[in-house]
C-alpha cells in the first residue's frame, strides 16, 4: 500500500497477459479502505479493470513516468 497526499493505493502484480478481477482484489479495496488499486503486469495497455481498479504495464511504473501510479 502506498500514501500520497492523503491517499490510499494498493499495488498487485501479476504475472498474466490480461489480469481480471479476483475476489482479494474486492477484500483489499474494503479492508484496507483503498482509494485505488493499481494492477501492474507485463503486458503492455494501460485499462480499467473496475471502478477504482486500474491495470498497468509494469514498464509504464518503471520507465520513468513519475505519476504513473497516481492518475
Same mark, same amino acid.
Given at each position: 500500500m502506498l500514501f500520497k497526499h492523503g491517499r490510499r493505493v494498493g499495488v498487485e502484480c501479476k504475472c498474466m497477459d490480461a489480469p /481480471? $478481477?479476483?475476489?482479494? $482484489? #474486492? /477484500?483489499? @479495496?474494503?479492508? @484496507? #479502505?483503498l482509494d485505488r488499486l493499481v494492477v501492474a503486469y507485463s503486458g503492455h495497455r494501460r485499462y480499467a479493470l473496475a471502478d477504482r481498479v486500474d491495470v498497468i504495464p509494469l514498464v509504464e511504473l518503471i520507465g520513468g513516468e513519475e505519476d504513473a501510479v497516481w492518475k
Open positions: /481480471i $478481477m479476483t475476489p482479494s $482484489m #474486492r /477484500i483489499a @479495496l474494503n479492508d @484496507l #479502505r
